[in-house]
C-alpha cells in the first residue's frame, strides 16, 4: 500500500483538484455513455452523483451533454453487449459503476476513454497498469484496501465477544472477491471467523439469507460491490430480523436502518470521477492520469439499530463517528 499512498499526497495537492468550467467548443454536444451492473432503479443514485459533478464543471444535459445510460439489472453477462452498444454509439467517455462494468468496457474498447468509479484494487485485477500510470484508455477513482480490515475492528470494538462474521460478496466481481481475500487476511489476525457467502444475482439472496439464517454468525457485512449494494434496503432488514450486528460499506445502508458505516463516501467516488471526464473532453489521456483513492474516511453509528439489538456503543467509538443517527 506504500506506493498506492504515496500518490495519494501528490493528489491531494491539486493534480485532480475541481476546475474551473472552461468554454466549450461552440455548439459541442458531448455524448457521455454510463454502464452500471445494477437496475436504474437502483443505481440512479450514482448516477445522479456523477451528474451532480459534471454539472460542477459547467455540463449540462441537453445543452453540452447527453448521457446514455445503460443498466444491467443485475445481469452480470449482459455487461459486454451494452459496453459494445456503448462504443457502436461513438460516445466521447463511458463511465462505468464497479469493476464488472469497468473490465466489460475495456474488453469492448480499446480506444474510447473510460472512467470508473468504486472499483477496488483495479491494478491487481487487470483494470490498469499502476495507480500512477493507469496505461491504456482507463483510469478512475478506487477504493484503498485496508479499509475492510478497519471495518473488522470496529465491529470487534463495538462488541468483543464477537467470533463469527458472515461476509456477501459477488463471485462475478474480481474486486468483490479480493475484497473478501483481504477481509479474510485481516479476519485472521483479529481471531475472527470469515464465512463468505456468494451473491451473484438477485435471485440468489433467498439461498444466501437462508444459509446465513442457519449459520448464526454474530455480525454481517458485505464487500462495496455495486449490485449489492443497490439491495442496500433488503440486506439491512434481513440483518435487523436476524438481529446481527452489520458494519456496512456506504452510508445508504445506514441510512436505511443499518448499524454501522465506516469508509470513503461512495457518492463522492463519482462526484470525482466527473473530474476525470472534465480532463478527458479538454484533452488529456486516461493513461496519464494516476487513481484516485479516497483520503478522507466517515464512520456513522445509527442507535437506533443499536438500542434495537440491545447493544450498547462504547464511548470510545461514539467520540470517534462522525455522525451519530438518534
Request: with cysteine; aromatic share 8%; charged share 20%.
Amino acid at each position: 500500500m506504500s506506493t498506492r499512498r504515496a500518490f495519494i499526497g501528490t493528489l491531494a495537492g491539486g493534480l485532480l483538484a475541481p476546475l474551473a468550467a472552461q468554454s466549450q467548443s461552440a455548439g459541442k454536444v458531448y455524448r457521455i455513455g454510463w454502464l452500471s451492473p445494477a437496475s436504474a432503479a437502483n443505481g440512479l443514485p450514482n448516477l445522479d452523483a456523477l451528474r451532480a459533478g459534471l454539472r460542477e464543471r459547467g455540463y449540462v444535459e441537453g445543452r453540452n451533454i447527453t448521457i446514455e445510460a445503460r443498466w444491467a439489472d443485475g445481469e452480470g453477462e449482459r455487461l459486454s453487449k451494452l459496453a459494445t452498444e456503448l462504443v457502436a454509439l461513438r460516445v466521447d467517455v463511458i463511465c462505468t459503476a464497479g469493476s464488472p462494468a469497468s473490465l466489460a468496457a475495456k474488453q469492448a474498447t480499446t480506444t474510447v476513454p473510460i472512467v470508473f468509479a468504486n472499483v477496488a484494487f483495479p491494478d491487481e485485477s487487470g483494470l490498469v497498469a499502476s495507480f500512477a500510470h493507469p496505461g491504456g484508455n482507463i483510469t478512475g477513482v478506487a477504493f484503498i484496501g485496508p479499509e475492510y480490515g478497519k471495518r473488522l475492528e470496529l465491529l470487534k470494538e463495538a462488541n468483543p465477544k464477537m467470533t463469527r462474521v458472515a461476509l456477501i460478496y459477488n463471485p462475478e466481481n474480481r474486486g468483490s472477491v479480493l475484497a473478501l481475500q483481504e477481509t479474510r487476511r485481516w479476519a485472521k489476525d483479529l481471531r475472527l471467523t470469515l464465512e463468505p457467502h456468494e451473491l451473484a444475482g438477485p435471485g440468489g439472496f433467498e439461498r444466501v439469507f437462508a444459509a446465513i439464517s442457519r449459520a448464526r454468525p454474530d455480525a454481517l457485512m458485505t464487500t462495496a460491490d455495486p449490485f449489492i449494494a443497490s439491495f442496500a434496503g433488503r440486506i439491512v432488514e434481513f440483518a435487523a430480523k436476524n438481529r446481527m450486528l452489520s458494519m456496512y460499506p456506504g452510508r445508504e445502508f445506514v441510512t436505511a436502518g443499518g448499524l454501522m458505516f465506516y469508509g470513503a463516501s461512495i457518492p463522492e467516488m463519482y462526484r470525482r470521477a466527473a473530474v476525470y471526464v472534465d480532463r478527458i473532453l479538454k484533452g488529456a489521456k486516461p493513461r496519464d492520469l494516476p487513481v484516485e483513492q479516497p483520503i478522507k474516511f466517515d464512520m456513522v453509528i445509527n442507535l437506533t439499530a443499536a438500542k434495537a439489538l440491545g447493544l450498547t456503543i462504547p464511548q470510545s467509538l461514539l467520540q470517534r463517528a462522525d455522525e451519530v443517527i438518534q
